[in-house]
């Protein structure tokens, strides 16, 4: 049975207070209309315990189960590393909370799957971190490409590199462990474009890539090269270079009567080409970057509204990561150094 819509505020609970809850996501709970943030989990009491103090929120935790059982909890935000979203979100789902879960939903599509199915065998809803999907910035490029500014669009490119990371010693950080994140920068931050294409564009429908590891200090890939077609019969292409002398950050959509340039992760001017000329759009970030988003999930949970990021759309995008991953995740399965084997599903149609 589906769980019915609340009458009352959304009473959220936290299960990991980590970096991207101090200024991105968590105060978005607090901030968001119908939604109050009641407790946080986080395995080391103290810090749970400073993050509460420091925010103004009322209990906290050091167990997840304890921030579960807890009856004025409403839904569970899991704001924890890749590798533990699947048991997080299970355990959520048994306890008959609502679940809104960190980006990428988990480390595969097999994983994403058995998330998706523990949350309809509950009845509960799940919802994904994706928040692009409901940013001005990007409804703005949305908007442009639905009413026809550009035309019939019929090629999308992305190029998004950096320098090699950087970490003062010891093991890297855990968003190069592919044990813990699923590989390294490409399904951190890849993952974002992707699954907004998917919003803007339609879902993708056949995917394949390349991918290479050529810094030898993680063991994730550094560098990719993909192709991708979209069922509405747009094709891409996609560059991810984390080992490059500059930085660059672009995607460009180009249709049959002009095209549209703008970044995933920066806030300069959306950049329109048409036969007029070139027409540049402020498209600013909001303070609280997944505030949009929260909202749309609190107002589905009320029954106010619908949230356009769930586990369905992110599962899509977790089968499209996977399909370019797919050899180079095997060479590491055969090095004993991924999370596991490897299944890719097919894509949807």
Known sequence: METQPLTHPVRWGIIGVGDVTEVKSG??????????????????????????????????????????????????????????????????????KPVYVEKPMARTAAECESMLSACESAGVPLFVAYYRRAMPRFLAVHDLLRDGTIGEVRTVSVRLQSPAPTWESGPPPWRLQPEVSGGGLFVDLGSHTL???????GPITRATGVAVDR????????????????????VGVGL??????????????????????????????????????????????????????????????????????????????ASVVDAILADHRAELSTAAVAPGPIVVPGLPV
Request: hydrophobic fraction near 40%.
């Open 240 to 317: 991810w270079d984390f080992d490059a002398r500059e930085r660059r950050d672009e995607v460009e959509v180009m249709g049959t009567r002009g095209s549209l340039r703008f970044s995933s992760f920066g806030t300069e001017p959306l950049r329109l080409t048409t036969s007029t000329g070139l027409r540049e759009i402020p498209a600013p970030y909001p303070a609280t970057v997944q505030l949009p988003l929260i909202q749309t999930v609190v107002d589905a949970l009320t029954g106010n509204g619908e949230c356009p990021s769930t586990g369905r759309s992110a599962l899509r995008t």
């Open 215 to 234: 810094d030898r200090r993680y063991p994730a890939e550094d560098a990719v090269a993909a192709t991708f077609t979209f069922g509405s019969g747009v």
């Open 195 to 201: 699954d907004l294409l998917d919003l803007l564009l």
């Open 27 to 96: 105060p978005g709970f607090q901030q968001a209309h119908g939604s109050e943030l009641v407790a946080v989990m986080r395995r080391d009491g103290a810090k749970a315990a400073d993050y509460a103090r420091r925010h103004g929120v009322p209990r906290w935790y050091d167990d997840a189960d304890a921030l579960l059982a807890d009856p004025d909890v409403d839904a569970v935000y899991v704001a924890t590393p890749p590798s533990s979203h699947h048991d997080y979100v299970l355990r959520a789902a048994a306890a008959g």
